[in-house]
Every structure is written in C-alpha cells, then in structure tokens.
C-alpha cells in the first residue's frame, strides 16, 4: 500500500507559478513511476506529467509541455510539480499517483496505469 498526499495547490493570477508536492509512505517509493493528473469540473481525468522510477525519463502532456516540470526526490519520498505560466485552463483538481506502467509512453498517460491516488489539491487560476 501506498499512501499519497499533496500539497501546494492554490489560487494564483494568470502567468503565476505554483509548486505542487506529493509526500508518499507505505511501500518504496523508488518502485513506483509517479504521475500527475488533472480534473476540472464537468471533464474527465487528463494526464499531466510523468516520471519513470528513477526520474531519468519524464513525459509531459502537449498543453503544459515547457511550462510544466515534474521532478522526484526518491530520498525524501516526495514527487513535485513545477508550473510555472499558468493559465486559466490550468485550474483544475490536481492529482498524484504511483504505478507501475510498462511499455510504451501511452502506458504512463494512462489513469489505468497507477493503483495508488491522492485525495487531490485545488489549483485556480484567475484571469
């Protein structure tokens, strides 16, 4: 079991910057690809950024893609993601979680790929 809490979300102006940090307990975190996701309301779940176990490979949706940065300290069991120009479609219920995909990149973009969630951490950006 993996428990996953974030932290850092927020309400920020337009072309602000906001850190969101997830601390992780249970089992080794270094086992896990770690992913952020995203929901605003009335939308489905949508990927946000992902890291393989090791950080060595990240991925990043087309729409924060330069914006966004997602970094993991396996020694302090915590994953992070920078955003940095913010925009108002960014406002969302932001979310962390651990997995295990394998394969391709479609396999870290995917919600089905991670067993572990977070409770989410509200992200609000005014225009």
């Known amino acids: 079991q993996v428990q996953l809490v974030e932290s850092g979300g927020g309400l920020v102006q337009a072309g602000g910057s906001l850190r969101l940090s997830c601390a992780a307990s249970?089992?080794?975190?270094?086992?896990?690809?770690m992913g952020w996701f995203r929901q605003a309301p009335g939308k489905e779940r949508e990927f946000v950024a992902a890291?393989?176990?090791?950080?060595?490979?990240?991925y990043y949706a087309d729409s924060v893609k330069g914006r966004f940065t997602i970094a993991r300290d396996n020694a302090k069991n915590t994953v992070f993601l920078q955003m940095n120009s913010l925009k108002p479609e960014d406002t969302a219920v932001y979310y962390c979680a651990a997995g295990t995909p394998v394969g391709s990149t479609y396999y870290y973009r995917s919600p089905a790929s991670y067993r572990y969630w977070g409770q989410g951490t509200q992200v609000t950006v005014s225009s």
């Open positions: 249970g089992r080794t975190f270094s086992n896990y690809a």
């Open positions: 890291s393989t176990w090791s950080g060595d490979n990240t």
